[in-house]
Nanobody, 128 residues
Framework: QVQLVESGGGMVQAGGSLRLSCDAA????????????LGWFRQAPGKEREFVAA?????????HYAESVKGRFSISRDNVKNTVSLQMNTLKPEDTAVYYC????????????????WGQGTQVTVSS
């Protein structure tokens, strides 16, 4: 079991930047955060939850991004501090959504169904 708590959301003007952070705590004996793939998803009002970015377990050798954020967002993990972050640059109004941190037991995936543990979400609002 993994408990996830996001922070860093807020309101920003288009073109600005925000950095989201997610504190993770593992509750399964013998497992550390290194053995979970970590990802960020988002959900705008009236829309399905969608993938944003993912980083593979271990040292995070592999990352994957949604086309809509590629080149603007960057995901990173710190297995010592037990955190995963999402640096968001050149934000657009269409990035407005609740952003969720998630963890899964697969080595590397970006399929929402493969993520078993979710945070409560943090709101990001980008004004034009």
């Amino acid at each position: 079991q993994v408990q996830l708590v996001e922070s860093g959301g807020g309101m920003v003007q288009a073109g600005g930047s925000l950095r989201l952070s997610c504190d993770a705590a593992t509750r399964t004996f013998g497992r550390t955060l290194e053995t979970y793939v970590l990802g960020w998803f988002r959900q705008a009002p009236g829309k399905e939850r969608e993938f944003v970015a993912a980083v593979s377990w271990g040292g995070g050798d592999f990352t994957h991004y949604a086309e809509s954020v590629k080149g603007r967002f960057s995901i990173s993990r710190d297995n010592v501090k037990n955190t995963v972050s999402l640096q968001m640059n050149t934000l657009k109004p269409e990035d407005t959504a609740v952003y969720y941190c998630a963890a899964g037991s697969r080595y590397y995936t970006w399929n929402v169904g493969d993520f078993e543990y979710w945070g409560q979400g943090t709101q990001v609002t980008v004004s034009s």
